[in-house]
């Protein structure tokens, strides 16, 4: 079964532990600096993607910014072994879910470096569109909740 859990002693160093393959470490933040940002930024919520009680995987989500109803889910990752099992599509809405729970939750943002396909793929499967609005060099994605 795969669920997400908080960040705890018990899960820490093996979410550290985890690994991209080479090529993508240019589209995704390591999980320290993330687990880091998620200390900083308040409203975040760093979680680990686990299966049958192993880490696979981290997500992190929240409100970066004060602005009511807006959600972002800012990184994504599952483990170099642990991929082309559904975990990213079954992990992505998990977290979907459960913002959406969120009574303030009326839309959800993301952004992803241009030339990860496997990411704009899977984005857009769940419902995510292009704003066409650029942060840096990603491009802004938004799934419309319905209210």
């Known amino acids: 079964m795969l669920v997400l859990k908080e960040i705890t002693t018990d899960n820490f160093h093996k979410v550290l532990k985890l690994e ?6 240019k589209f995704v933040a390591n999980n ?3 687990i880091a940002e998620a200390y900083v930024e308040k409203k975040t919520f760093p979680k680990a993607i686990h299966y049958n ?4 995987g981290f997500t992190l989500y929240g409100q970066f910014e004060e602005d009511r109803g807006e959600y972002w889910i800012a990184r994504l990752m599952i483990d170099k072994n642990h991929r ?7 992990a992505m809405l998990l977290a979907i879910n459960e913002m959406a729970s969120r009574a303030d939750c009326d839309k959800i943002f993301l952004s992803f470096v241009p030339g990860n396909e496997a990411a704009k ?3 857009v499967k769940l419902g995510f ?18 209210s």
């Open 20 to 25: 991209l393959f080479e090529e993508e470490k």
């Open 32 to 34: 320290y600096y993330s």
């Open 53 to 56: 009680d192993t880490p696979i």
């Open 84 to 90: 082309r099992q559904g975990f990213a599509e079954k």
């Open 121 to 123: 793929a899977l984005y």
């Open 129 to 146: 569109k292009d704003t066409g609005k650029r942060s840096g060099n990603e491009e802004i994605y938004v799934l419309e909740l319905e």
